[in-house]
T-cell receptor
């Protein structure tokens, strides 16, 4: 049973426009969510995170929105740049230190110039 | 931001040999480190959780005697693939959780090829 789902395997966006990456989760115990960007043959790069006590967190071009009632979060990238082209993973966790992340399967973002 | 290094980045070895991969948190202390494995076109698969000074916790289906994990300090965890076989060829990635927070930072990964 997949607890974190990224239902769109790919997304194509034009440079300068907004990229919206979606993620759904099923485990109501999750209380912390993270987004990572990953290039082939590299480790994931941390982008932004959000605690379940918030509904929005912003860092530069990246904003994460959390809708707890819908068990849904999204990552907005504005404006999108060609260098943003990568695989984006949504991850969730709960509880105290030592709890591992549960990852979605990723969404491949392609930003064309 | 927080930096996690892995060494080596690439390793090719003969079947039957053991390979050690190091994971270091360079600018923060990590009470907990995690080891993942990624197969082509798949998501990261958690192998084990490594806590400083105690035994690692392995996920179901991961052989603890084959994948030895040592977390001897707050900045270093090692994964040793013992008696490696071709099916162990994969991309191994570690992550470290900042002791003061909940964000996790990943290393660049180690590509293992067993001939």
């Amino acid at each position: 049973d997949q607890q974190v789902k990224q239902n769109s395997p790919s997304l194509s966006v034009q440079e300068g426009r907004i990229s919206i990456l979606n993620c759904d989760y099923t485990n109501s115990m999750f209380d912390y969510f993270l987004w990572y960007k990953k290039y082939p043959a590299e480790g994931p790069t941390f982008l932004i995170s959000i605690s379940s006590i918030k509904d929005k967190n912003e860092d530069g071009r990246f904003t994460v929105f959390l809708n707890k009632s819908a068990k849904h979060l999204s990552l907005h990238i504005v404006p999108s740049q060609p260098g943003d082209s990568a695989v984006y993973f949504c991850a969730a966790t709960f509880g105290q230190a030592g709890t591992a992340l549960i990852f979605g399967k990723g969404t491949t973002l392609s930003v064309s110039s | 931001g927080a930096v996690v290094s892995q060494h080596p980045s690439w390793v090719i070895c003969k079947s039957g040999t053991s390979v050690k991969i190091e994971c270091r948190s360079l600018d923060f202390q990590a009470t907990t480190m995690f080891w993942y494995r990624q197969f082509p076109k798949q998501s990261l698969m958690l192998m084990a959780t490594s806590n400083e000074g105690s035994k690692a916790t392995y996920e179901q289906g991961v052989e603890k005697d084959k994948f030895l994990i040592n977390h001897a300090s707050l900045t270093l965890s090692t994964l040793t693939v013992t008696s490696a076989h071709p099916e162990d060829s994969s991309f191994y990635i570690c992550s470290a959780r900042d002791s003061g927070g909940r964000d996790q930072y990943f290393g660049p990964g180690t590509r293992l090829l067993v001939l």
